[in-house]
């Protein structure tokens, strides 16, 4: 974890999130976000930092998503689209990814625009991956996922460049729960709850870095257990 914002008392993330990308010097960055990051401000202060956006885009802005969808099922002449698959297989489950890309989208750099569907800036292209899952039990899951982008990225690239925003789920907040034992936590009060949040991501950065590579539980306990091997990884050195 490269940096986190506190979200003020009665408010929500969407006026945390600009605030990251100033503290975070994304200087020629591809900065990535889901749906509640998809604004205008975000977008505005990644560009102004020096950094790149990708944004993925959903229903809550639907007039931009219906034309971003009609771009790829019927695509005009003059815009060309750029395909590129993967397939994976693991946990009892192949998972087959289709990938779009389509740049330079001339409809969505429209100057008239409905005043709740305002101009993302320097939006050089529209992106879609549409995952099929295919499940032991013999179900299949689909989905699609859009997205706005800033640079122009090859389908391939774009693939590469979408993938790790889902793995944060399985990096950071799972292992917070499993390892850190956050749902366990009792701090309720004061400033308890806000430093542990800071406390938390910095400690886990330590045990990612450690050697060995044995599990996180098992070098957590290690840490707590052996001070020859705690002071060498609070130094960075384990």
Known sequence: MLGQQAVDDRSNEITAIPVLPER???????????????????????RARGG??????????PRLLAELETVFATPP??????????VDGEHGRIETRRHAVCHPPNRLFADRRPPDEPRFPDL?????????T???DGNTDRERRSHLCSARLEAQTFARAVRPRWGIENRLHWVLEVVCRDDLARLRSGHGPAN????????LN?????????????RRKLAGWRTDYLNPLIRGAA
Do not use: F, Y
Not at 32 to 42: E, H
């Open 196 to 203: 542990m949040a800071v406390v938390k991501p910095r400690a």
């Open 206 to 218: 330590l045990l990612q870095q450690a050697k060995p590579t044995t599990r996180l539980n098992n």
């Open 77 to 86: 002449p003059e815009m060309a689209i750029e395909t590129h698959q993967t």
């Open 134 to 136: 295919e499940r032991a």
């Open 124 to 132: 050089a292209m529209i992106g879609m991956v549409e995952p099929e």
């Open 52 to 61: 790149g956006s990708l944004l993925a885009l959903k229903a809550d802005r």
């Open 24 to 46: 975070l010097e994304p200087a020629g960055a591809l900065v990535t976000s889901d749906a509640i990051g998809t604004r205008i401000a975000v977008a505005q202060t990644i």
